[in-house]
């Protein structure tokens, strides 16, 4: 798949959704490192990367109590829109309480981190 990235973000939204407390997502190099920005900023507990010959990443869902902690996802850019943008572009999300995710030449950054290497790239999705 040309963007699995929105197919982890979406199976990760579904999966908060309906209260699972894990999920399974097929592996790639792009979808871990996505995965690593994810635990970094709090949003999932744990993963790891499971199989041989054909890999999986196990994803561990976070909770408040019962509540997910991802309040919502928007997918900024998608296979028929790449939306790009420069770090002077980048506004907060959600008045500070989100990340916005961007894939440069640097790896996947969030806003701030871009903002603060002054660096630009692909607006993937906005996570609150």
Do not use: C
Request: avoid cysteine; glycine fraction near 8%.
């Amino acid at each position: 798949m040309e963007n699995s990235f929105i197919d982890l973000i979406i199976r990760i939204k579904n999966s908060y959704l309906s209260g699972r407390e894990s999920l399974i997502s097929p592996h790639s190099n792009f979808r871990e490192a996505l995965t690593k920005k994810l635990k970094d900023l709090g949003y999932i507990n744990d993963y790891h990367v499971q199989g041989d010959a054909i890999k999986e990443i196990a994803i561990d869902l976070k909770y408040h109590g019962k509540k997910p902690v991802i309040t919502d996802i928007k997918i900024m850019s998608k296979p028929g829109r790449r939306q790009y943008t420069s770090y002077k572009a980048l506004r907060p999300v959600v008045n500070n309480f989100g990340y916005s995710i961007l894939s440069t030449p640097k790896g996947l950054l969030t806003n701030k981190e871009a903002k603060k290497l002054k660096i630009g790239g692909e607006l993937l999705f906005n996570i609150w």
